[in-house]
């Protein structure tokens, strides 16, 4: 076990104290930037880890604007996490004295040290490698039932790459002839923009034949089927050749199974670190960066008693998956949730995921971070409801980058059947429709950040978070309190145009037709550069939490504000929202597009619930003169105010 360095040790010899740690500790100093990096060159493996978790930008502000300025460190326990902690480095000369995940953070956690075991090698393609990941799969074959269940129907994939036992033996097949249980693996890969061969429809015989390894072949297939061949499987999945290319209804059928393609397979194999497919799924590292850092802490009872734990990285388990070149691509998310088993061949070690199971070269039996694999996320789908489900989802999936925009849908078309299929609900354009508010309550999504402006081309219509290039959230307040809002509005129809014939594809319109009370004219000026606007409702102005569908942050013209939830005060205490909703444009006399949402705090809702009240009936007087038109009302709530069906796009 390498030593520390003296302010490192010197955390850890305090550490029978840590329940008292809930503050900061102006008098416990570490190191200034230059003597951080010192550190971790000299082999203070927690200096490594620390450095390793500032961000370059934040490292080199620090450098450049205080780099005589020690850090200050505070141990807390982890948020939701029994028994771990974190410990922080702050610069308190950083604007709102940055740490945790803004600077660096290292969680040290409890775990059995006999799990790092064996040697490790300096290249992943290495023996040790290969029993390694032999004793992940049978283990998984062998104990997890769980994994062998198949959420989707069973079928193979049309075609599959044949591997036979050298390359002059690999060639296409056609699986029609094949059991239907026959076991394959598949592949998660970056095309990368880089050009290569790959299956089209006047080359589909020959490959039947024989694929020409050195023509059809990147290094990343390479290595894929080789793996395929170390593992004893005869059959991998990869898209360019098993998809006819250059025919879209080949393409079209065969991206609608995807869910099951990759769903049926025995380990899906994920190429996280190659952009391309040049680099392949080998990689030379540092063993030494591999090995688990392990350090003596003072017993919780006594300071003369020492106890070895394990210190990782704050993301130590998304950095070997998701936060990877891979891993932030749209098509890799329902491929990684759907495969019971996914290796992920990294540039720094092997990690396995399956619904039972997190591990790695470093802890090799079990990771006990706090993360799950994404393939344990169907089984954590199984314990909640069809919303809560589907919001994880959501603010996940749309910050991942397409190729083709176009594909939003088709992307998750797998995870959309999954759904479909456990809640019995019905899938519109990304949200769904099952029991009464629950399609009403997922209007009230919000472009969170990185919003560009809408797309040129069709992707959704305007009441769907798949319209818009951000990431999605649901708003402040809204996920923890769903029992304690009430549904202000009833989508009254609902359709969409399918431009094939999957149904959770690509379309090409849609609408919806709500009743509502009329929506409340506005105008709203945007506060400095916050998510607060001032806004001016009949004679009243107050602020409300803004969140524009698209950039820039600027809402000119006529603006139409339409609640969509009220609070109940008394069932939603921890909520400082009362009204939620989202903010509409006409975009012809009789139709509207969603522009944005809005936020409306509990201390304002006297004015909003007044100056709304004078809307409907200024509305309703001066209808003939309005140039917005809501049509004539159809009814009326229980207070006696009026009713509209408008048609949003």
Not at 335 to 363: D, H, I, M, N
Not at 416 to 430: N, Q
Not at 486 to 515: E, N, R, W, Y
């Amino acid at each position: 076990m390498p030593p520390l360095c003296n302010k490192c040790q010197s955390i850890f010899d305090h550490w029978n104290g840590r329940n008292h740690w809930k503050e900061r500790r102006p008098d416990h100093l570490h190191h200034t930037v230059p003597g951080l990096q010192d550190s971790a060159r000299g082999g203070c493996h927690v200096c490594i880890l620390l450095l390793g978790g500032i961000e370059e930008h934040t490292l080199r502000e620090i450098w450049s604007k205080w780099p005589d300025e020690e850090a200050v460190v505070e141990v807390r326990e982890w948020i939701g996490e029994e028994g771990h902690f974190a410990v922080d480095l702050i610069w308190r000369s950083s604007p709102g004295h940055r740490a945790a995940g803004n600077v660096a953070l290292v969680r040290a956690h409890e775990m059995d040290v006999s799990d790092n075991v064996g040697n490790i090698a300096r290249s992943t393609d290495s023996e040790e490698s290969w029993t390694l990941v032999n004793n992940w799969l049978h283990g998984c074959l062998s104990n997890h039932a769980s994994c062998s269940i198949h959420y989707l129907e069973q079928k193979l994939p049309t075609r599959l790459v044949a591997v036979g036992s050298t390359d002059v033996d690999l060639r296409l097949t056609l699986t029609a002839n094949l059991p239907g249980d026959t076991p394959y693996l598949t592949l998660s890969h970056c095309w990368g923009g880089l050009e290569f061969k790959m299956l089209l429809s006047d080359n589909l015989r020959s490959l039947l034949q024989h694929i020409p390894a050195n023509e059809f072949l990147t290094k990343t297939f390479h290595d894929a089927i080789t793996i395929t061949r170390r593992l004893g499987f005869k059959y991998i999945w990869i898209d360019s050749l098993c998809i006819i290319q250059n025919d879209n209804n080949d393409w079209e059928r065969e991206a609608a199974l995807m869910g099951n393609v990759y769903g049926g397979s025995s380990l899906n194999l994920a190429a996280v670190d190659a952009p391309n497919g040049d680099v392949g799924c080998f990689f030379h590292r540092y063993s030494t960066n591999v090995e688990a850092c392990k350090i003596q802490i003072s017993n919780f009872e006594s300071r003369s008693a020492r106890e070895t734990w394990n210190c990782v990285p704050k993301r130590f388990w998304p950095n070997l998956t998701l936060d990877t070149v891979l891993g932030c691509r749209g098509w890799v998310f329902q491929e990684t949730v759907l495969a019971p088993r996914t290796l992920y061949l990294g540039s720094r070690q092997l990690a396995w995921g399956c619904r039972k199971t997190e591990a790695c070269e470093t802890f090799p039996v079990q990771i006990n971070t706090g993360h799950i694999s994404p393939a344990a996320t169907i089984e954590a789908w199984s314990r909640t409801n069809l919303l809560d489900a589907w919001d994880t989802i959501i603010s996940d999936y749309p910050r991942r980058a397409l190729s083709f925009p176009k594909d939003k849908f088709i992307a998750l078309s797998g995870v959309s059947r999954l759904f479909a299929t456990k809640f019995d609900a019905s899938f519109v354009a990304g949200l769904w429709r099952k029991d009464d508010g629950d399609l009403e309550r997922q209007l009230v999504w919000l472009a969170e950040s990185q919003v560009q402006d809408r797309p040129k081309h069709y992707q959704a219509p305007s009441w769907s978070w798949a319209s818009v290039e951000a990431e999605v959230a649901l708003p402040p307040g809204l996920a923890d309190t769903q029992t304690g809002f009430v549904v202000l509005v009833a989508v009254k129809d609902v359709s969409v145009t399918l431009c094939t014939h999957d149904p959770f594809g690509q379309i090409s319109d849609g609408f919806l037709i709500i009743q509502c009370r009329a929506p409340v004219r506005v105008s709203a000026q945007q506060h400095l550069d916050t998510r607060w606007w001032l806004v001016a409702m009949g004679d009243a102005k107050f602020y409300a939490r803004v969140y524009p569908d698209s950039r820039p942050h600027k809402l000119d013209g006529e603006l139409l504000f339409l609640p969509i939830l009220s609070s109940n005060l008394e069932n939603a205490p921890q909520s400082k929202f009362a009204v939620h909703g989202i903010i509409l444009k006409p975009h012809s006399w009789d139709r509207f597009s969603r522009v944005g949402y809005f936020g409306v705090e509990k201390d304002d809702l006297e004015t909003f619930d007044h100056n709304w009240q004078v809307n409907d009936q200024s509305y309703h007087l001066e209808r003939s003169d309005n140039r917005i038109d809501f049509g004539p009302s159809v009814a009326s709530d229980n207070h006696g105010n009026l009713l509209y069906e408008i048609t949003i796009i």
